[in-house]
Nanobody
Framework: QVQLVESGGGLVQAGGSLRLSCAASGRTFISYAMGWFRQAPGKEREFVAAISRSGGSTYYADSVKGRFTISRDRAKNTVYLEMNGIQPEDTADYYC????????????????????WGQGTQVTVSS
């Protein structure tokens, strides 16, 4: 198993930036493809970004492409979500998740393929 703890959320003005972090502990970090998801009030949880086990492949939701960047640091067992040009519609609870089933270069956008989840960090964007 792996334990995930998100941090870095907060209140930010529209157009600003935030960097979310997700620290992983437990089983070897390289064993997991990682993803970020978000859930806005009254809405379903949705995919934001994913990164492969190797770190060489990434994938983004259309709504964040060009604004958000996912990365991972093997030495720190941490995955990041760099958020730039944040907009009010980005307001949500952000969750990182670990997928143990991907091949080395694979990513997934599907919630049910992520077996482990953090508790989330809240991002609120003021206009």
């Amino acid at each position: 198993q792996v334990q995930l703890v998100e941090s870095g959320g907060g209140l930010v003005q529209a157009g600003g930036s935030l960097r979310l972090s997700c620290a992983a502990s437990g089983r070897t970090f390289i064993s997991y493809a990682m993803g970020w998801f978000r859930q806005a009030p009254g809405k379903e949880r949705e995919f934001v970004a994913a990164i492969s086990r190797s770190g060489g492949s990434t994938y983004y939701a259309d709504s964040v492409k060009g604004r958000f960047t996912i990365s991972r640091d093997r030495a720190k067992n941490t995955v990041y979500l760099e958020m730039n040009g944040i907009q009010p519609e980005d307001t949500a609870d952000y969750y990182c998740a670990a997928d143990p089933t991907r091949p080395l270069a694979g990513v997934s956008t599907l919630l049910h393929e992520y077996h482990y989840w953090g508790q989330g960090t809240q991002v609120t964007v003021s206009s």
